[in-house]
């Protein structure tokens, strides 16, 4: 890799890229590869099906050689941190964070009432308690980051979903009933949401394993999460 791949491979880590460099084991020559583009090459030619390959082991978080493809080909991934912003300081939100982290998200929550967002209930997280679109405006969701809204309160639930719409967020979902969700999605239509942005809307949230503790809905929130972070096709 040269000087200049390498400053390019800085930089697109330091602007939060998912990046790959894909070397060419017999040559030492490399190339790097993000989501949407090939960045640079040390002369590497990759057709469109290698390319795929690259993508999908960005998606999976996956290092190693190309064998697919092509076993001369090594890859190397560089991911930002994945994010869980849950809104709602609430008991399922305290059940979901510790098995989040573990997971390997950065986890923040968003939540007004000072009262239930508070470091003692929630230690070692970053806590928001400015309005759920404004929070998550400054947070800016991306396409590594999960949103999940838990507070069953459409004055907090509404603008937070309307915002994370807007965002390439991997992962929207919304605690509630189908009834729930269907009166939302009405609400949702009435600030100008699309059918198709609803459609994002994981809801009822999480994996059908019929818990109803904090901690088992947790599990099947994280389970649903995994399950469409690992599946979703390469951008």
């Not at 849950?86 to 008991?91: K, R």
């Not at 390997?104 to 003692?120: E, K, L, M, N, Q």
């Not at 947070?139 to 069953?152: F, I």
Request: glycine residues 6%; contains cysteine.
């Amino acid at each position: 890799m040269n000087r200049d791949m390498l400053a390019r491979l800085q930089s697109l880590r330091a602007a939060g890229q998912s990046i790959a460099l894909v070397t060419h084991l017999p040559s030492g020559h490399s190339a790097l590869v993000t989501d949407t583009a090939l960045e640079a090459t040390d002369p590497i030619t990759l057709d469109a099906r290698t390319l795929e390959a690259i993508r999908r082991r960005l998606a999976e978080d996956l290092s190693g050689r190309l064998g697919e493809c092509d076993r001369d080909l090594f890859v190397n991934v560089y991911t930002p941190p994945l994010r869980l912003i849950l809104v709602g300081a609430v008991h399922v939100a305290q059940a979901l964070i510790p098995l989040a982290i573990a997971a390997g998200y950065r986890v923040a929550v968003i939540d007004p009432r000072t009262v239930f967002a508070t470091d003692a209930r929630f230690p070692d997280v970053e806590l928001r308690t400015d309005w759920p679109d404004a929070a998550l405006a400054a947070l800016a969701p991306d396409r590594r980051t999960a949103v999940v809204t838990l507070t069953h309160d459409p004055k907090f639930d509404d603008p937070a979903l309307a915002a994370a719409l807007a965002t390439p967020a991997f992962y929207i979902g919304a605690l509630g009933s189908r009834r729930t969700h269907a009166a939302r999605c009405e609400r949702l239509r009435a600030l100008g949401v699309d059918d198709a942005a609803l459609a994002r809307i994981h809801a009822p949230v999480g994996l059908p394993l019929g818990g109803r503790r904090p901690v088992e809905i947790a599990i099947a929130i994280l389970a649903e999460i995994t399950q469409v972070l690992r599946t979703r096709p390469p951008a």
